[in-house]
């Protein structure tokens, strides 16, 4: 079974600084893909970054990395130079080549304190 | 550019009752997925389709049907609506299916009584 796993239900930071989320998943696919998304209080879903399974670099999209580690099986995010609009919920998410499977994970709610 | 949208907004029910949550994208995306988020939870997958004309389960269909009416719409029924059906529905699309990177709605917010 697929399965995705956010082991920090919360996390501060302060502004300004990093912050790196968790991220670990669980697959027999050899393909497939690695997506966070955010979730302001507004409720959208906002594609921040996403990692094949057979890219040998790491993602970067702006301020957003995805640090990914394929025999630990995790796939964390990294935020630099955290920003008071970056307070949301963040989902880590794999999706699969096999039909039927995409699954995300319980999500991490970030607060950035000024 | 409206991206994926979504109709109604808002919905409550009552038990028993019927109705359609509608999806349309102009992205010109082969596949779209239905999710629910439950509070608190991640989203949880219901139905997709990788393409017009093709629909499949996902990791939670009963209660549920979808219809995928051409290549922008794609539509996701309750039939006999339950209050466990009181949920966050998303409707999302892509490239193709699964290896792209997902794009969603706004979500419909609906309470069954």
């Known amino acids: 079974a697929q399965k995705i796993t956010q082991t920090q239900p919360g996390m501060f930071v302060q502004e300004k600084e990093a912050v790196t989320l968790d991220c670990t998943y669980d697959?027999?696919?050899?393909?497939?893909?690695l997506f966070w998304y955010k979730q302001p209080s507004s409720g959208e879903m906002i594609f921040l970054i996403y990692?094949?399974?057979?890219?040998?670099q790491n993602a970067t999209e702006g301020r957003y990395s995805l640090n990914f580690q394929k025999a630990r099986k995790s796939a964390n995010l990294v935020i630099s130079a955290s920003q008071l609009g970056d307070s949301a919920m963040y989902f880590c998410?794999?999706?699969?080549?096999?039909?039927?499977?995409?699954?995300f994970g319980d999500g991490t709610t970030l607060t950035v304190k000024p | 550019n409206a991206g994926v949208t979504q109709t109604p907004k808002f919905q409550v029910l009552k038990t028993g009752q019927s109705m359609t949550l509608q999806c349309a994208q102009d992205?010109?995306?082969?596949?779209m997925y239905w999710y629910r988020q439950d509070p608190g939870m991640g989203l949880r997958l219901i139905y997709y389709?990788?393409?017009?004309?093709?629909?499949d389960k996902g990791e939670v269909p009963n209660g549920y049907n979808v219809s995928r009416l051409n290549k922008r719409e794609f539509s996701l029924r309750l039939e006999s609506a339950a209050p466990s059906q009181t949920s966050v529905y998303f409707c999302?699309?892509?490239?193709?299916?699964?290896?792209?990177?997902?794009?969603f709605g706004p979500g419909t917010r609906l309470t069954v009584l």
């Open positions: 999302a699309s892509s490239p193709t299916l699964f290896t792209d990177t997902q794009y």
């Open positions: 697959t027999s696919d050899q393909s497939y893909g």
């Open positions: 990692q094949g399974s057979y890219d040998e």
């Open positions: 998410a794999m999706l699969g080549t096999n039909a039927g499977k995409s699954t």
């Open positions: 992205m010109n995306h082969n596949s």
């Open positions: 389709s990788a393409s017009e004309g093709t629909t």
